[in-house]
Nanobody, 127 residues
Framework: QVQLVESGGGLVQAGGSLRLSCAVS????????MGWFRQAPGKEREFVAR????????YYVDSVKGRFTISRDNAKNTVYLQMNSLKPEDTAVYYC????????????????????WGQGTQVTVSS
């Protein structure tokens, strides 16, 4: 059974920083990539960033490029999202997700590419 547990969310002022963590347990040898998504109230869940588990290739949505950094620690089975220069529009519940199918790479920015999800952690950025 695969479990993803996010932590590190909270309330921060605009311009501040937070680091989210996602601990993965279970069959991690089958992990192809990890992603971070977010969902604001009344909006659809949107892609933020992803990283391939072995090679560490990363990709970001344009709105967070230069501000957010995704990384992973294979030994700890943990993926991180360092968020700097936070803006009020970054306020959302942030979810980590695991993708197991390398053939899903062309759609890795979409929810349907991912097989397992965490419960989410709230990030609130005040102006």
């Amino acid at each position: 059974q695969v479990q993803l547990v996010e932590s590190g969310g909270g309330l921060v002022q605009a311009g501040g920083s937070l680091r989210l963590s996602c601990a993965v347990s279970g069959r991690t040898f089958s992990t192809y990539a990890m992603g971070w998504f977010r969902q604001a109230p009344g909006k659809e869940r949107e892609f933020v960033a992803r990283i391939t588990w072995r090679a560490g290739f990363t990709y970001y949505v344009d709105s967070v490029k230069g501000r957010f950094t995704i990384s992973r620690d294979n030994a700890k089975n943990t993926v991180y999202l360092q968020m700097n220069s936070l803006k009020p529009e970054d306020t959302a519940v942030y979810y980590c997700a695991e993708a197991r199918n390398a053939q899903a790479m062309p759609i890795m920015s979409f929810v349907r590419a991912y097989d397992y999800w965490g419960q989410g952690t709230q990030v609130t950025v005040s102006s």
